[in-house]
């Protein structure tokens, strides 16, 4: 697995492989300094290695950022190799849990390396912990069950990347690319809703194909979305939203800034720094930095005012107000510079052009973008989660009932082979498939 992994890597790579290499062989013989040693030299050896870690992180992916703060011409204009910034974060969170005595020092640097590298989660997450696979990374269970549960969650993540991320992206990029004085009011909603669709689906249907070849291997990897648009609040959407980023943030520089041990004042500034390099993480670029402090306001005020009340009318409250946050926050995480986000933005608050070409006459005239608008709204929500859970309770419930096991096997299997067909005739027939993940 860890020769598929490099091969894997430097298919895309090629000579960057040689930095993932570099920080299997790092971080296996820092940890296991950093586990003998007391006092000063163990201090010094986690800030060498968080250092030599973030060190290709920053000059690859933030150097030409930072020149242009400081007003220096010369750009370097370094390639990004994928998923730097995730394996990155898992090295670290491996050098720490050391150091807090909480994970013992992998012994075998081929167990090291698979940690770091292990080809499903790559190179766009989730963002592994080293106590959650180290047990799995000596022994493990390769089952015809859990192949066969992999395989049906790799078939549901690419589906959820090809048939809606893709379908939706090539409407988000029509939309965004429009130049604002032909832009309608209603086109700019649509666009919005498209990109904050089209985002959702390409990172949690990669996080699904993860989880699933790992399931196929016998891994067990942790869960990194859980319905974020089903959420009524920031705070539930970031415990929903790319969960292993969320708690990384919390666990490895939240809590050490002070977390909610310090005065209220700091705290809310921890939130803000935090949600700040946040953003930062996701790319190199004012609007990133906007987008984590736009989050991070309203965490802030969430604290201040917290939303109280259970009934219908707080729920539907919460629940709009929370996706008409994270859509304005999408378009500026969308848009190349702070200036086209204020200006598509000014356009989704009424002053786009006046046309009949409104946001309802582009859908229902296009019968098969709107069954997929449908579908990718719908499946944003828990409803499929819910039958399979029904389901599951009717089994339980009548276990003699043998039509219900069957009938429940029977619609798996079908949906299984069904989008499994519609995923590759589509890949085959469809030359645009980005992935939006890979520049972070």
């Not at 319905?227 to 790319?242: E, G, T």
């Not at 991070?296 to 539907?316: A, S, T």
Request: glycine share 8%; hydrophobic share 50%.
């Amino acid at each position: 697995m860890l020769a598929a992994s490099l091969l894997f890597y430097f298919w895309g790579e090629s000579i960057f492989t040689l930095l993932l290499i570099g920080s299997i062989v790092l971080n296996y013989y820092l940890a296991k300094g950093i586990e003998t040693s007391k006092g000063t030299k163990q201090n010094t050896l986690l800030v060498i290695g968080v250092c030599c870690n973030l060190f290709p992180l920053f000059l690859l992916k933030y150097a030409d950022f930072f020149l242009q703060i400081f007003h220096v011409p010369q750009e370097l204009s370094l390639h990004l190799p994928a998923g730097i910034s995730f394996f990155t974060f898992q090295a670290i969170s491996y050098l720490v849990d050391v150091y807090r005595r909480i994970v013992p020092a992998e012994q075998k640097m081929l167990n090291c390396g698979l940690y770091i590298a292990m080809f499903p989660q790559l190179i766009a997450g989730p963002i592994v912990r080293y106590h959650d696979i180290a047990k799995q990374l000596v022994q493990r269970t390769i089952s015809r069950e859990g192949f066969a549960r992999g395989a049906e969650r790799f078939v549901f993540g690419l589906a959820k990347k090809v048939l809606l991320a893709d379908a939706l992206g090539i409407k988000a990029d029509a939309i965004f690319s429009l130049p604002f004085t032909e832009l309608s009011t209603g086109q700019a909603w649509l666009g919005a809703v498209c990109f904050s669709l089209q985002i959702y689906y390409d990172f949690s249907g990669y996080s699904d194909m993860a989880i699933g070849l790992g399931n196929m291997f016998g891994f067990r990897l942790p869960e990194n979305f859980n319905y974020p648009y089903a959420a009524r609040s920031m705070k539930d959407f970031w415990r929903r939203w790319h969960i292993s980023l969320s708690t990384w943030l919390r666990d490895y520089l939240y809590i050490p800034l002070g977390g909610n041990r310090c005065g209220n004042k700091r705290n809310l500034f921890n939130l803000l720094l935090v949600f700040i390099l946040c953003g930062l993480w996701h790319g190199a670029a004012w609007t990133f930095v906007v987008w984590g402090l736009w989050h991070g306001i309203f965490l802030v005020l969430e604290r201040i005012v917290p939303l109280k009340g259970d009934n219908w009318l707080m729920r539907g409250f919460g629940w709009g107000y929370t996706f008409l946050v994270v859509m304005i926050g999408w378009v500026v995480f969308r848009s190349p510079t702070m200036e086209a986000a204020f200006q598509y933005l000014s356009v989704m608050a009424g002053s786009g052009t006046v046309t009949n070409d409104l946001w309802m006459a582009v859908l229902t005239n296009e019968s098969k973008f709107l069954t997929e608008f449908i579908f990718a709204g719908l499946l944003a929500l828990p409803l499929y989660g819910s039958m399979a859970k029904l389901a599951c309770r009717w089994q339980e419930k009548w276990p003699e009932a043998v039509a219900v096991s069957i009938s429940f096997a029977v619609w798996r299997i079908a949906l299984f082979l069904l989008l499994f067909y519609f995923t590759l005739i589509t890949i085959a027939a469809q030359a645009y498939h980005p992935f939006l993940y890979f520049q972070f």
